[in-house]
């Protein structure tokens, strides 16, 4: 069963793999896991998934990046989620290479477009910390 926050909204379980991640983001970072040989891959896994060893490391990321491609949930078609529509989830191009799926914040749905620029912003939901983008 998924792990729900006191509002009711999903929430992930970091594991060893992810831990890192979520500690950044408590503390308002942004780190990618970062493969020597082949540079900034995402979402984090034991393997590199380009060459596929296992010596990569967490680096610094800006926080910055452009919209790559979103959607708007007007719906709800997570039951969970339905007190927070409409909301967007894009993919984000980050300045980095790769992509990540995320939340845009503080603005209307209708402001979004592809292209445009956003930054890295961090909610605190129960005890972790969610990354999201807003317009920049």
Not at 77 to 85: A, G, S, T
Not at 115 to 127: H, L, Q, R, T
Request: glycine share 6%; proline share 10%.
């Amino acid at each position: 069963m998924a792990k729900l926050a006191t509002d009711g909204r999903p929430l992930p379980s970091p594991t060893p793999t992810t831990q890192a991640f979520f500690d950044a983001a408590k503390d308002r970072r942004l780190i990618l896991p970062h493969c020597p040989r082949k540079g900034y891959f995402f979402y984090p896994r034991s393997h590199c998934p380009c060459c596929l060893k296992q010596d990569w490391d967490w680096k610094p990321a800006s926080g910055r990046g452009t919209v790559y491609a979103f959607t708007v949930d007007r719906m709800g078609h997570d039951p969970n989620l339905m007190n927070w529509v409409p909301y967007v989830v894009a993919a984000i191009e980050l300045e980095e290479g790769p992509r990540m799926t995320a939340i845009i914040v503080d603005c209307v749905p209708e402001d979004v477009r592809v292209g445009m620029p956003v930054e890295a912003s961090y909610e605190d939901i129960d005890d972790v910390t969610i990354v999201r983008f807003r317009l920049a």
